[in-house]
């Protein structure tokens, strides 16, 4: 089963209508990915790979390939952490991970070619890892938040320090609101599910059938014959006066029937796959932000009376 997912990015150059992401079993299956891109039309230059084992020229901007680096490069793309966690998580593991920055009329067409590619469903990989013991959480996650809130807040005091209102500073940060901003991404994945079945049975049928044998059968008949001559004793026959016994046997023939198997035909039972495209079309949702800021508005006097 294989899983792209598209999402609108925020940090998206002119032109672009969203960022497909895919992931691939190994640096080498993403690389092949890029190339069917590239000789597609697509860009070279919309194109990322992450992976430990990719070289700078892969992406477009620098990170360290270690889970720290790892997340924060997945981050970079605006991804939910849930997603980070998972993709950066496949990394570590030695995945590698295809983002392309889909253009006006091409996002569907980048889609058909990674599926073809064969990019790993990332859902039933992330279950399976939970199911072996992972938390579910990149280690990387700690250690860049770490950092980075170590950045702003040396940010923050330096500032503060060289402008001279730290407190002021301080006081505005605590009143801080986060409002976070939601977006969806299509899945696309694939499962099987039954197309019919044949059955072939086979069973015995008796049929009565007829053969014609040609039989031969003997029998023995006694003629008693009336004659009228001398006995020929001179001529050295046996004596005329004695007992004898003469026994003639009869043969007859039946039919004997015998049966043999052979085979009349045969029928063979098998099957052929084939594939085919399916373009699946959604819709995505998100979250945008419209501020209204009414600072700079000039207080309304009453009219006198």
């Given at each position: 089963?294989?899983?792209?997912?598209?999402?609108?990015?925020?940090?998206?150059?002119?032109?672009?209508?969203?960022?497909?992401?895919?992931?691939?079993?190994?640096?080498?299956?993403?690389?092949?990915?890029?190339?069917?891109?590239?000789?597609?039309?697509?860009?070279?230059?919309?194109?990322?790979?992450?992976?430990?084992?990719?070289?700078?020229?892969?992406?477009?901007?620098?990170?360290?390939?270690?889970?720290?680096g790892i997340w924060g490069a997945?981050?970079?793309?605006?991804?939910?952490?849930?997603?980070?966690?998972?993709?950066?998580?496949?990394?570590?593991?030695?995945?590698?991970?295809?983002?392309?920055?889909?253009?006006?009329?091409?996002?569907?067409?980048?889609?058909?070619?990674?599926?073809s590619q064969d990019a790993v469903?990332?859902?039933?990989?992330?279950?399976?890892?939970?199911?072996?013991?992972?938390?579910?959480?990149?280690?990387?996650?700690?250690?860049?938040?770490?950092?980075?809130?170590?950045?702003?807040?040396?940010?923050?005091?330096?500032?503060?320090?060289?402008?001279?209102?730290?407190?002021?500073?301080?006081?505005?940060?605590?009143?801080?609101?986060?409002?976070?901003?939601?977006?969806?991404?299509?899945?696309?994945?694939?499962?099987?599910?039954?197309?019919?079945?044949?059955?072939?049975?086979?069973?015995?049928?008796?049929?009565?059938?007829?053969?014609?044998?040609?039989?031969?059968?003997?029998?023995?008949?006694?003629?008693?014959?009336?004659?009228?001559?001398?006995a020929d004793i001179a001529a050295?026959?046996?004596?005329?006066?004695?007992?004898?016994?003469?026994?003639?046997?009869?043969?007859?023939?039946?039919?004997?029937?015998?049966?043999?198997?052979?085979?009349?035909?045969?029928?063979?039972?098998?099957?052929?796959?084939?594939?085919?495209?399916?373009?699946?079309?959604?819709?995505?949702?998100?979250?945008?932000?419209?501020?209204?800021?009414?600072?700079?508005?000039?207080?309304?006097?009453?009219?006198?009376?």
């Amino acid at each position: 089963m294989s899983d792209t997912r598209t999402q609108t990015s925020m940090g998206a150059a002119a032109g672009d209508t969203g960022t497909i992401v895919a992931m691939f079993e190994s640096y080498d299956r993403a690389l092949a990915a890029r190339d069917l891109l590239v000789s597609a039309g697509i860009d070279r230059s919309r194109i990322e790979i992450l992976a430990q084992s990719g070289t700078a020229q892969d992406a477009s901007f620098h990170y360290e390939r270690n889970d720290e680096g790892i997340w924060g490069a997945i981050k970079r793309l605006f991804m939910p952490d849930e997603d980070t966690h998972v993709y950066a998580e496949g990394i570590r593991r030695g995945y590698a991970m295809l983002v392309v920055r889909a253009g006006d009329g091409d996002q569907e067409q980048i889609i058909n070619l990674l599926e073809s590619q064969d990019a790993v469903d990332v859902e039933t990989h992330a279950t399976n890892w939970r199911q072996s013991g992972w938390s579910g959480v990149h280690e990387g996650h700690t250690a860049w938040q770490g950092q980075r809130s170590s950045s702003i807040g040396g940010l923050a005091a330096a500032t503060g320090a060289s402008a001279g209102f730290a407190a002021t500073g301080a006081a505005g940060r605590g009143q801080e609101e986060v409002i976070p901003l939601y977006e969806e991404q299509l899945r696309v994945g694939k499962r099987e599910v039954g197309g019919g079945s044949v059955r072939v049975r086979t069973y015995v049928v008796e049929q009565p059938v007829q053969e014609q044998v040609h039989l031969r059968e003997e029998r023995v008949h006694v003629e008693r014959r009336p004659v009228d001559r001398p006995a020929d004793i001179a001529a050295g026959t046996a004596e005329p006066f004695r007992e004898r016994t003469i026994e003639v046997a009869a043969t007859a023939e039946e039919a004997v029937v015998g049966k043999e198997a052979r085979v009349r035909e045969e029928i063979v039972v098998g099957k052929d796959a084939e594939e085919r495209t399916e373009t699946v079309s959604d819709t995505v949702r998100r979250t945008e932000v419209e501020i209204d800021d009414d600072r700079g508005a000039a207080p309304t006097t009453p009219p006198k009376r």
